[in-house]
Each structure stands twice: as structure tokens, then as C-alpha cells.
């Protein structure tokens, strides 16, 4: 494995040295320790939580290539623990290791439960992960002062709820309702990424840069990073779903139709949306190659799969070229094409292994296929950086005050200057003003996980977690129940939540204006939630 990630970095060097060197003098960059240690950690707990959702349909489903790809998600286990070595010492990588890799063995009591419908097995691998989860919290918090155990306990709910949800819903084949939670729980990982990261960046600033760690040029990297992970794997598991004929093919297919709809959001935010549109249709295209390659395949149709290749190679030039026309300073069509290559061979490597029933290295290569879209995404987020470096700005402008703005009856939320369209307007109600929770909260910087099966919200914002029930009138903060006055309740399909009470819960000054019934947020400088 190590062999491996030699290859990946020097690969990204190898694109990042095409950039002028010029270029990053004088601009912002997606780069530095903060934001490596955040790409690392994000890489590898968002790979966590897919190995783990995959790994537990495999279990439910008997399927031949179990045991590999639990191996996948105990190499996985290891990556983390050298990860948590390499910055507590070897000694607290030995004693987290068997803590973290207790609460995999819970979640595969919970799949053989189930599959025997033993209640009381079920019911005990859920006692287990609720043990590991204050386990787990107390480490993170007794390594570092800046990740609180209630914090880290309440994240660890709420990626365990994921899985499980994901799960659940496999066993009872709703697929629509399984794949949605797996993309929640991948996003969710991202972010713990980006707490720890944190965390441990603001413990050894010294050493990570605690700057470089989120500010819009990480920001843009990290984005890219995710979605073109997540990609690699869907596209491995549609793969092999396509070859099996398997019940939630289409489901799998959906979830990577969703994944390209992501990417060309962040290509059209940057390009426009003529030409995110123009991606999207190159994109798709060779989606639709793969599988017509798994449907040649099925078909032993060497003629198609050949075409199906050809169109592949075909494809893989007019992605490269597109991006080259958008940016061609920074990126390159032959250096774009090839990296489009190793994308293309690790997927079909993966599937051809997997058709053959070689399951080693079928895993192995879809591994590889996850972990090289990791440096495709830092590589095309420093050309994006480099090109427009105004709107990347913002690492180290601590003493700008950001400040959101909005109207009561306006669908249109102010982001310091950038306008955001929001579905449903601010309103009042029973003199309260009330806001959708996501807009509101990822306009002050928090992050939002919703599971509609429970009608529960979690909203993180540096180190603080903040959990909000539909229809329940008080909240918890770091596990600490907290009174909120009014029901927090859904309208127009988004949960609305009371402004002043959430804005002054992570720090904003909350100002009214009368006459135009506008709403003023203002960062306080010195800004700190209750505990």
C-alpha cells in the first residue's frame, strides 16, 4: 500500500511543478501543512464510511468478495491509526487502533444479526457501538483539549445512525432511501476530517498552519477531492451492481448520476453555467461507456466492449480539451488526458477483476481508483485557485468581520457580497423570524447533516455540534440539552429554525431593521459557545 501512495504523490507533484511557480507567489493556495493534514483525513475517513456501507450490503448479501472488502476496510483502519501515530506517537496509534476497530466488528455483529433475525444480538451490537462511541470521544478528547468528549460523542452518533440507516434500509430494499444515507455518512466523514484537522492544526500550530487548514482555497479542494472520490467508488460499485443484475442497480446508477450533478455545480460556480452544462454532457458520457463496457462484458460482445473502449479513449480527449480551454494557463490537455487514463484503467482493472472473480485485486484497484481522484482534485483545485485568485482569498483576512444580510419575504441571503438564492424566504411567525436551518447555518459556517428518517438535524461549527428535533422546542449543544423558546418545525420542505436563537448560539451578533425588516449578522470578534 505504501508503494501506492508513493505513486499518488508524486503524481501531484508532478502537476502541481506544470503550474507556473510564479503563480503562487502572489496568490492564494489550496496547499500547506493545515490543508494536507484536512485532505488526508477527509480521504480517509470519507473512504471509511463507504467501505463500511459497502462492506455490510456485501455481508447482508453473501456475496463472494466479503472478506475483501472487509480487508479493504481494515487497510483503511490502518491508514487512520499511522495517521493518529504520526501525530500523538506510536503508543496512542496502538491504543486507538482497537478502539476504532471495535466499533467495524459491532457494525458486522449488527449485519449477521440481522441476517439471522436474532433480536437480541441486534440489540446487543447496538449497546456495543454505544459503548465504543464514549470510548472513541474519550480518546479524542484526552489527545486533544480542543475536540470536547460531548462533541466528538455526539459526531460519532451520528455517523454510526448512518450506517445503520443505510443499512436498514439495504436489508429492507429501500435502495433509494440505503444510497442517500450512504452519501450522507460519506459527507458527514468529510467534515470529521475537517474537525480533527482543525483540532489538531490549532494544538501544533507550529507545524500545520492552522490558516491553510479552511479558507476558500482549501475549501474549493476539499469539494472537488470528495466528489471526485466518491465518484471513483460509485462508479466500482455500479460496476460490479451492473455485472451482478443486481435489485438496486438503478438505485447505485441514481446515486452517480447524483454525484455528476455535485461536480458540475462546482465547475459551473466557477466557469458559468454554459459551461458546466458542456462538462456535465462529456462528463456523462463516459459513465455511459462503462456501462456499456459492463453490458459487453455480460453479453461476452468483444465487439462492443472494444467500441465501448474506443469511445472511452475518445472521451478522455474531449474531457482533457475542455479543461484546457477553461483554463489554459494551468491546465494542460496531455498531463488532464493522462491522469484521465490512470482514472479510466484503475476502474475498468477493478471491474475486469471483479467479472473474473478475482477479488484481490479487484479491491485493490478500486482502492487505488479512490485514492488517485485525491490528488486529481488538489491538482485541479490549485489551476482554479491560481486562475481566479480573488475569489480565493479570505486564509488569512482574520481581521475582516464577515456579515450576512437578509430580508423577511427575500429568497435572497447576502454572503458578505455573494448572493445566495435560498427555496424558501425568511418569514415571521407568532413574532418570531424564522429561516431555513441549512441557509442560515452555511451562511455563518456551519455545516448541516439531516436524516429524514428521525427528523433530525446536526449542525457543526468549529468545534461545537449542535442537534435540533422537528417539532421539539429545546436542543442539545454538545450533548447538552439546551431550551430554544418555539418549535423548531419543517415548512416548504426545509427545517425552520428561530434566527436569533441559533445566530447567537455559535457567536453572531443579530441586528433588526424595522422599516425594511432586514436582518443583520455580524461575527463577534471574541466570539464563544456555551459548553
Known amino acids: 500500500m505504501k508503494s501506492f501512495r508513493t505513486k499518488w504523490i508524486a503524481t501531484l507533484l508532478a502537476l502541481v511543478l506544470l503550474l507556473p511557480s510564479a503563480a503562487f507567489a502572489h496568490t492564494p493556495s489550496p496547499g500547506g501543512a493545515g490543508a494536507d493534514l484536512r485532505s488526508s483525513l477527509g480521504q480517509m475517513f470519507g473512504d471509511h464510511a463507504l467501505l463500511a456501507a459497502f462492506t455490510m450490503q456485501k455481508g447482508i448479501d453473501g456475496k463472494a468478495d466479503f472478506n ?4 479493504a476496510l481494515n487497510a483503511n483502519t490502518d491508514e487512520i491509526t499511522a495517521a493518529i501515530a504520526s501525530v500523538y506517537g506510536k503508543e496512542a496509534g496502538t491504543a486507538f487502533k482497537p478502539i476504532w476497530a471495535s466499533h467495524i466488528g459491532f457494525f458486522v455483529d449488527y449485519v449477521k444479526a440481522t441476517g439471522a433475525k436474532d433480536e437480541a444480538a441486534r440489540q446487543k451490537a447496538l449497546a456495543d457501538l454505544e459503548v465504543y462511541r464514549m470510548k472513541q470521544a474519550e480518546f479524542f478528547a484526552s489527545a486533544n483539549p480542543n475536540l470536547p468528549k460531548e462533541a466528538v460523542a455526539s459526531s460519532l452518533k451520528i455517523h454510526i445512525n448512518h450506517l445503520l440507516v443505510a443499512f436498514d434500509s439495504y436489508a429492507a430494499k429501500d435502495y433509494d432511501k440505503a444510497y442517500e444515507q450512504i452519501h450522507t455518512a460519506y459527507v458527514h466523514m468529510f467534515e470529521t476530517g ?5 483540532a489538531i492544526a490549532a494544538q501544533f500550530p507550529d507545524k500545520f498552519a492552522p490558516a491553510s487548514v479552511k479558507n476558500p482555497a482549501s475549501d474549493v479542494r476539499s469539494l472537488l477531492e470528495r466528489v471526485l472520490g466518491e465518484h ?7 460496476m460490479q451492481k ?11 446508477a441514481g446515486s ?3 454525484n455528476t450533478d455535485e461536480l458540475t455545480r462546482a465547475v459551473s460556480s466557477v466557469y458559468g453555467d454554459e459551461a458546466g452544462q458542456a462538462f456535465k454532457t462529456i462528463w456523462s458520457s463516459h ?3 462503462f456501462v456499456d463496457y459492463v453490458k459487453a462484458t455480460a453479453a461476452k460482445d468483444e465487439t462492443a466492449r472494444q467500441k465501448a473502449l474506443s469511445d472511452l479513449e475518445a472521451y478522455r480527449m474531449k474531457q482533457a480539451k475542455f479543461f484546457e480551454d477553461a483554463n489554459p494557463e494551468y491546465f494542460k490537455k496531455d498531463v488532464i488526458a493522462e491522469g484521465l487514463k490512470t482514472h479510466i484503467r484503475h476502474l475498468l482493472a477493478a471491474f475486469d477483476s471483479y467479472a473474473a472473480k478475482d477479488y484481490d485485486n479487484a479491491h485493490k484497484n478500486a482502492r487505488e481508483a479512490y485514492a488517485h481522484m485525491i490528488p486529481t ?3 485541479l483545485a490549485s489551476g482554479i485557485v491560481a ?3 480573488d475569489k480565493f482569498h479570505g486564509g488569512d483576512q482574520g481581521s475582516m468581520t464577515p456579515v450576512v444580510k437578509f430580508q423577511i419575504g427575500s429568497q435572497t441571503l447576502m454572503l458578505d457580497q455573494k448572493a445566495v438564492m435560498m427555496d424558501v424566504a425568511p418569514f415571521i411567525k407568532q413574532e418570531w423570524s424564522f429561516i431555513p436551518l441549512r441557509y442560515l447555518a452555511e451562511g455563518i459556517g456551519a455545516e448541516v447533516t439531516w436524516d429524514a428518517a428521525t427528523q433530525t438535524a446536526w449542525v457543526k461549527a468549529g468545534k461545537d455540534m449542535a442537534t435540533f428535533w422537528v417539532g421539539k422546542n429545546y436542543m442539545e449543544l454538545n450533548g447538552k440539552k439546551m431550551e430554544i423558546g418555539t418549535p423548531v418545525f419543517l415548512e416548504g420542505g426545509r427545517t425552520q429554525v428561530p434566527v436569533r436563537f441559533i445566530a447567537e448560539l455559535f457567536g453572531w451578533d443579530v441586528k433588526w431593521e424595522n422599516t425594511a425588516r432586514t436582518i443583520q449578522l455580524t461575527k463577534k470578534e471574541a466570539a464563544h459557545t456555551q459548553h
Open 194 to 198: 475537517d474537525t480533527i484537522a482543525g
Open 232 to 238: 471513483a467508488t460509485l462508479a466500482v460499485i455500479a
Open 256 to 258: 452517480l448520476n447524483a
Open 287 to 289: 459513465i455511459g461507456y
Open 377 to 379: 482534485g488538489a491538482m
Open 68 to 71: 475483501q472488502s472487509a480487508a
Open 242 to 252: 451492473g455485472i451482478d443484475g443486481a435489485a438496486d442497480f438503478n438505485q447505485a
Open 387 to 389: 486562475q481566479f485568485p
